[in-house]
């Protein structure tokens, strides 16, 4: 067993629920929020840890079990009526919440993933909403005519495919 693994697994005996996410990672990811927010603040651009702030988010306010290792398709799982729930977790900051423009990065259909998993992003890096579709309602979007991003590259805009999920966390 590498020292990595053993990292993980006394993580997981302190919070379970973020297994594969030990407290120096806990430590390190909200450090660079706090560099991404200056660096965003000088430059005008993002810094591109957008999408492991928001597995962060997501595992700390859902629950949600991390992956030490990347997983091919998925971030993360729960145990929902006991069965494992492989998550693909995509993140989008967004600057105004009145206007939910671009898309989300890819998504490989070749991959396992049950649900996919959208964590909206402040500008301070802090997620104010979450939207999950299942995989099903996925493919049916990215498989609808009419997209070369839709349907060559696997990007879905953020609108449609808030469209296609449900909310499932909310900042109050």
């Not at 603040?41 to 597995?55: D, F, R, Y």
């Not at 991959?111 to 998993?117: A, E, P």
Request: hydrophobic letters at 40%.
């Amino acid at each position: 067993m590498s020292a990595r693994n053993i990292e993980c697994d006394r993580a997981t005996e302190i919070r379970p629920h973020l297994a594969g996410v030990d407290a120096e990672i806990l430590d390190v990811l909200r450090e660079a929020k706090i560099l991404a927010r200056r660096f965003y603040l000088l430059t005008g651009k993002p810094l591109g840890i957008t999408g492991e702030v928001a597995e962060y988010e997501a595992a700390t306010k859902l629950g949600l079990t991390l992956h030490c290792a990347r997983h091919a398709g998925h971030d993360a799982t729960i145990l929902r009526n006991g069965h494992e729930v492989q998550i693909q977790i995509k993140g989008r900051c967004v600057s105004n919440q009145t206007k939910l423009n671009g898309r989300l990065g890819s998504i490989d259909l070749d991959k396992s993933f049950d649900v996919v998993l959208l964590v909206l992003l402040d500008s301070e890096f802090d997620a104010f909403a979450m939207y999950e579709a299942s995989r099903e309602a996925v493919v049916l979007a990215l498989m609808k005519p009419g997209s070369k991003a839709r349907n060559e590259r696997g990007a879905l805009g953020v609108k449609k495919f808030i469209a296609i999920s449900e909310c499932c966390w909310k900042r109050s």
